[in-house]
């Protein structure tokens, strides 16, 4: 007998993992050819481990900025706050210079924080491994901080604030 994996559409498997609500988050460095930053929205920016202190994210093998970032070896991650959907769109763009129209400053490594964010963690890069047709990216935390407001989160396709927790 032969087992065969069942095919899930790939619009299918967005549709119902986009169920699951995640933060929105910028993560950005500098091209080290060019000193340009570069950068991109994730999803996917979460911790992995408390001791040491580390946090991942996956990276579509097609993202033309993160190849920039990496060459960097530092980046920063910049979560993004209720209001911020302008930084999302800028930086989920393809085209012309991302920061352009951004209020943004820098980390003690040079590499973009936007300002405003909910919170700040600034990374080194230690290890790249397969995730499928993305990139699973293990980060060292060098330094973190949080910032005011409330997260931007990302919902079945769509950008929207945070409620309450009930009391
Ligand atoms: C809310 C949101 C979450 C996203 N999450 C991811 C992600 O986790 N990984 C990823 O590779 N792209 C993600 N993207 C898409 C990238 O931000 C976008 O494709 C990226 O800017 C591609 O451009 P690049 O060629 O400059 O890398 C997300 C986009 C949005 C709007």
Excluded at 26 to 55: I, K, N, W
Excluded at 76 to 97: R, T
Excluded at 110 to 127: E, L, N
Aim: aromatic content about 8%; charged content about 15%.
């Amino acid at each position: 007998m032969t087992l065969s994996t069942p095919t899930i559409e790939p619009r299918y498997f967005r549709d119902v993992i986009g169920h699951l609500p995640t933060g929105v988050t910028v993560v950005a460095g500098r091209d080290s050819e060019t000193g340009a930053p570069a950068g991109l929205v994730v999803g996917t920016f979460q911790s992995l481990s408390l001791d040491p202190p580390l946090v991942t994210f996956s990276v579509a093998t097609t993202s033309s900025s993160w190849p920039k970032v990496r060459t960097g070896g530092f980046f920063s991650a910049s979560v993004l706050a209720d209001g911020q959907h302008h930084v999302c769109q800028a930086m989920s763009s393809k085209q012309g210079d991302k920061f352009a129209q951004l209020d943004w400053h820098e980390s003690a490594e040079g590499t973009p924080q936007i300002t405003g964010a909910h919170a700040w963690i600034d990374c080194k890069t230690v290890q790249e491994l397969e995730g499928g047709d993305h990139v699973i990216v293990v980060a060292e935390v060098l330094r973190l901080q949080a910032g005011g407001g409330r997260p931007l989160i990302f919902h079945r396709g769509r950008l929207g604030g945070y409620c309450e927790p009930n009391p």
